[in-house]
């Protein structure tokens, strides 16, 4: 059973910070690159960041530069994204996803996907 849980979403002040973590199981884990996109009413699924399966190559999007920062460990089958200086903007369901290619944007690429967390971002 190939399986990805996010975890660490909720309800958090702007200018607050956030870790959500996503855990894996029934794949060779390292072998994959993680993305993170989120989805809120009304707006189409979007890309927030990407890993490389050895973790030593990230992509951002452009207003996740600076203040997200995408992790992980292989050991732990877990990826993070720490976030910080949250804006109501960033209010949205948070889902990771996997992929046996090279890390990129296109949520089509991407072969398994999490149920996704809550993120909450007050004013």
């Known amino acids: 059973e190939k399986q990805l849980v996010e975890s660490g979403g909720g309800l958090v002040q702007a200018g607050g910070s956030l870790r959500l973590s996503c855990v894996a199981s029934?794949?060779?884990?390292?072998?994959?690159?993680i993305g993170w996109f989120r989805q809120s009413p009304g707006n189409e699924r979007e890309f927030v960041a990407a890993?490389?399966?050895?973790?030593?190559?990230?992509y951002y999007a452009t207003f996740a530069k600076g203040r997200f920062t995408i992790s992980r460990d292989n050991a732990k089958n877990t990826v993070y994204l720490q976030m910080g200086g949250l804006k109501p903007e960033d209010t949205g369901v948070y889902y990771c996803?996997?992929?046996?290619?090279?890390?990129?944007?296109?949520?089509?690429?991407?072969?398994?996907w999490g149920q996704g967390t809550q993120v909450t971002v007050s004013s």
């Open positions: 996803a996997a992929q046996d290619g090279g890390a990129t944007m296109k949520a089509e690429n991407y072969e398994y």
């Open positions: 029934g794949f060779r884990f390292d072998d994959y690159a």
């Open positions: 890993i490389r399966h050895s973790g030593l190559t990230t």
